[in-house]
Nanobody, 120 residues
Framework: QVQLVESGGGLVQAGGSLRLSCAAS????????MGWYRQFPGKQRELVAS???????NYADSVKGRFTISRDIAKNTVYLQMNSLKPEDTAVYYC??????????????WGQGTQVSVSS
């Protein structure tokens, strides 16, 4: 009974910026981590950035120095600030949350995906 609502995707020119946001709602007991993944056409979904509840973050090598993940714990929301966007960043971006909900087991939840397109 957890859902993730994403926003912020769109089309930008190379060098531009976007900020994605994702809010988790529902019967949430504990969120162990939240993060962003992306999927290129014909490829498997891959990690972009994640932020664990303990404060640890990690990034894909391809986005280090350009993307920043952050969380608003009180709002169960994760953000991805994407700067210096490149055409190679064009993908569907998915929010992910590792959640323990009341009356259920710990599991991953996924957002619906939001398209990020970067033109050259």
């Amino acid at each position: 009974q957890v859902q993730l609502v994403e926003s912020g995707g769109g089309l930008v020119q190379a060098g531009g910026s976007l900020r994605l946001s994702c809010a988790a709602s529902g019967s949430i007991s504990t969120i162990y981590s939240m993060g962003w993944y992306r999927q290129f056409p014909g490829k498997q979904r891959e990690l972009v950035a994640s932020d664990a509840s303990g404060g640890g973050t990690n990034y894909a090598d391809s986005v280090k120095g350009r993307f920043t993940i952050s969380r608003d714990i009180a709002k169960n929301t994760v953000y991805l600030q994407m700067n210096s966007l490149k055409p190679e960043d064009t993908a569907v971006y998915y929010c992910n949350a590792d959640v323990r909900s009341f009356g259920s087991v710990r599991r991953n939840y996924w957002g619906q995906g939001t398209q990020v397109s970067v033109s050259s």
